[in-house]
């Protein structure tokens, strides 16, 4: 059974930072993307950023380049996402999902197997 569990999330004032990780257990691909998508309130999910285990390939949306940063550790199957220069439009609940067999960093959720239970992210004063 395939499990990922989020962590990092919490409340940051504007401008703040917070780095969220992403631990997957119980599968063993050796190629895969993991990725960051996210859902406000009211609003579709969308997608952060990706990464691929086989060239550390990346994407990142539009509305966070240059503030945030995606890597992962592929001994520990865990992926990062460190967001600097955090804005209100960040708050949402952040989920991370895993694409076994894909070598791109996409973020077309067709690929999108296994997903997390999401971690909230709050960015207010």
């Known amino acids: 059974q395939v499990q990922l569990v989020e962590s990092g999330g919490g409340l940051v004032q504007p401008g703040g930072s917070l780095r969220l990780s992403c631990a997957a257990s119980?599968?063993?691909?050796?190629?895969?993307?993991m990725g960051w998508f996210r859902q406000a309130p009211g609003k579709e999910r969308e997608g952060v950023s990706a990464i691929s285990s086989t060239d550390d390939s990346t994407y990142l949306a539009y509305s966070v380049k240059g503030r945030f940063t995606i890597s992962i550790d592929n001994a520990k199957n865990t992926v990062y996402l460190q967001m600097n220069n955090l804005i209100p439009e960040d708050t949402a609940v952040y989920y991370c999902?895993?694409?076994?067999?894909?070598?791109?960093?996409?973020?077309?959720?067709?690929?999108?197997?296994?997903w997390g239970q999401g971690t909230q992210v709050t960015v207010s004063s």
């Open positions: 119980g599968f063993t691909f050796d190629r895969y993307a």
């Open positions: 999902a895993v694409a076994p067999r894909i070598t791109t960093a996409t973020m077309l959720e067709h690929y999108y197997h296994y």
